[in-house]
């Protein structure tokens, strides 16, 4: 098979979906949608993220250094996509109904319907450019009772149903499209 050559992209590799929920400076719940976020190890099981550019939510994450990954679901994609799409800047962002909670072990805002939330303490910020590559130790997870039955992973992977991201589409975690970005927020 022959290969091509391209401007860098991550166009065929998706990545999954997460609410990062923080407090503003007044304490309120503010959450952001981002993807660029894995798992490094440090001694224990941690997660890395990179936020680029300006946004409320990194700088919420900066000053408090804390703040939840919330696991994005189709169940709560229009939700997703409207909180990544509107600025943390619109003092009416935040004005949608949701559920909100809070994280057991930080002092952190969590959506009660994901299925899954990390609850993350930063151990360093690493800056590059206008982009901030953030370590985290886990020092909580939050997950749904119901994941603890006797099903396969992939039985309850597909009951969660967990979004992915990737070319400015939504995929499902069976692959199908579920919208470009923008679109699925239009449900609300």
């Known amino acids: 098979m022959g290969k091509i050559s391209l401007r860098p992209n991550n166009d065929y590799c998706p990545q999954t979906l997460f609410l990062y929920g923080t407090y503003d400076e007044y304490g309120n719940p503010d959450f952001g949608l981002f993807c660029w976020f894995s798992y490094i190890w440090e001694h224990e099981m941690g997660v890395m993220c990179c936020i680029g550019g300006n946004k409320l939510t990194k700088d919420n994450i900066k000053r408090s250094k804390v703040f939840s990954a919330n696991l994005v679901t189709e169940e709560l ?53 206008d982009g901030d590559i953030i370590l985290c130790k886990i020092r909580n997870v939050l997950q749904d009772e119901s994941l603890s039955s006797d099903e ?32 699925p927020m239009k449900q609300l």
């Open 77 to 129: 994609l229009p939700v997703a996509d409207y909180l990544g799409c509107v600025s943390g800047d619109n003092p009416d962002k935040m004005k949608i109904t949701l559920d909100i909670g809070k994280g057991a072990v930080l002092d952190v805002p969590v959506l009660e319907k994901a299925p899954v939330v990390f609850e993350l303490e930063v151990s360093d910020i690493i800056t590059k450019g």
């Open 152 to 183: 396969t992973v992939e039985q309850k992977l597909r009951r969660i149903a967990p979004v992915k991201t990737t070319a400015q589409t939504y995929l499902g975690y069976d692959g199908r499209s579920l919208g470009a970005w923008g679109e």
